[in-house]
C-alpha cells in the first residue's frame, strides 16, 4: 500500500534522513520507532508533502507521493494525525468533526459519519459544544483521531498519540487505534512508547539518526536484545 524506497530529506542543508526504506500492506499497522530526534517526524512530513524528497520515492498504491500537494492526500484515503494532534482548538468539537469530513467523497454523508464517531467515542458526544482546546489530552486525541475518520481513511498516520497522556488514557488510546484497524484502515503508527505500539503492531521498525536499524514483526522485536536494552532497560 505504501512503499518508501531510499528516501533522503532533511531541512536546508541538514540531511537527517538517509536512505530510508518501509513498507505497509494493506490492513497492517505498523510501528516506527526510535528516540528523540531519529527523524520519525520528518519522515511523516516527507509522506505528506510539507518537506521536499531529495532522493528515492515515497509511493502510496503504486501513486508516486511526492509529486502530489499535501491538500490532495485525504482525497487518495489518507488521513495524518500530526505530533500535536492538529485540532482546531477555537472551534466545538462539532465543528472539528465536520471540517474532517469536508472532501468530496465523505461531505455527503457527513451527519450519519458523525453519529457513527458519537457511538465510537461517546465522550465526545457528551462534549460536542465545548472547544477543542479546552478538551483534556486524552479527549483532544479522541478527537484528532474521530476527525480524521470522518474521511473514511483507507490509511492512516499517526505520529506520537501517547504523548502526554496518564498511563489509563494512553491504553484507551491504543485500544481506539486497535478498533479503527478493525475498520479495515492501515495504518502507520510512530511511538516512543515501544512497548504499547508493537502490542497493536503487526510489525515495527527501528530509526536511530536517520536510518531503519531493525526491522520485523512485533514478537520479533520485542524479543530482540538490543531493544530490551535500549527501550526497555532489561
Ligand atoms: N524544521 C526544522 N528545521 C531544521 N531542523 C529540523 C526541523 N525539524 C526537525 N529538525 C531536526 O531534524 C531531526 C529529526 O527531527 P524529528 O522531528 O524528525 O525527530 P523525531 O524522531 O520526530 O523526534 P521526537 O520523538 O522528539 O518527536 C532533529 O535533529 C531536529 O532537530
Ligand atoms: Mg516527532
Redesign the pocket.
Known amino acids: 500500500m505504501l512503499e518508501i524506497k531510499d528516501l533522503v530529506t532533511g531541512?536546508g542543508d541538514?540531511k537527517?534522513l538517509d536512505g530510508v526504506s518501509l513498507t505497509v500492506e494493506e490492513g497492517e499497522t505498523v510501528a516506527l520507532v526510535?528516540s528523540?530526534?531519529?527523524?520519525?517526524?520528518?519522515l511523516l512530513q516527507a509522506i505528506s508533502g510539507l518537506l521536499p524528497v531529495w532522493s528515492g520515492d515515497i509511493t502510496f498504491r503504486g501513486q508516486s507521493l511526492p509529486k502530489l500537494q499535501p491538500h490532495q492526500l485525504p482525497a487518495l484515503g489518507i488521513a495524518h494525525i500530526p505530533?500535536g494532534r492538529g485540532i482546531l482548538a477555537r472551534l466545538s468539537v462539532y465543528d472539528n468533526l465536520m471540517l474532517g469530513g469536508y472532501i468530496a467523497a465523505a461531505k455527503a454523508k457527513r451527519s450519519a459519519r458523525m453519529e457513527e464517531m458519537f457511538a465510537l467515542f461517546p465522550r465526545l458526544k457528551e462534549r460536542r459544544e465545548q472547544l477543542a482546546g479546552t478538551l483534556s489530552g486524552g479527549e483532544q486525541q479522541m478527537l484528532a483521531i474521530a476527525r480524521a475518520l470522518m474521511m473514511y481513511p483507507s490509511f492512516m498516520i499517526l505520529d506520537?498519540p501517547s504523548l502526554g497522556l496518564s498511563p489509563l488514557m494512553v491504553e484507551t488510546v491504543f485500544k481506539i487505534i486497535a478498533d479503527v484497524s478493525q475498520m479495515g484502515v492501515s495504518i502507520l503508527i510512530i511511538e516512543?512508547n515501544l512497548v504499547e505500539a508493537l502490542h497493536v503492531a503487526d510489525r515495527g521498525y527501528v530509526l536511530e539518526t536517520g536510518r531503519v536499524v531493525l526491522s520485523g514483526t512485533s514478537a520479533e522485536l520485542m524479543g530482540n536484545d538490543k531493544v530490551r536494552e535500549a527501550y526497555l532497560g532489561i
Open positions: 531541512y541538514l537527517v526510535g528523540n530526534g531519529a527523524g520519525k517526524t520528518t505530533q506520537e516512543q
